[in-house]
């Protein structure tokens, strides 16, 4: 069985909260568990997926129209 590893591009939550364009506290509180955004823990660092961002942000912004 061959398994192929998928490049995901992993960014700061200072990188995330500019994509979506909220406040780095207002990014933490949204942030699973607390919210709907999911994350990579792993020890104390969290990062988000870049295309997972992008797509939250432009979700957010149909469902405000």
């Known amino acids: ?29 949204q942030t699973s568990p607390r919210g709907p955004i999911q994350c990579i823990r792993v020890g104390s660092v969290v990062r988000y997926d870049r295309a997972y961002i992008e797509n939250y942000g432009k979700e957010s912004d149909t469902s405000k129209a």
Do not use: G
């Open 1 to 29: 069985m061959k398994t192929e590893a998928i490049e995901t591009e992993r960014i700061t939550p200072t990188e995330a909260a500019k994509i979506l364009r909220i406040s780095n506290s207002t990014l933490w509180r």
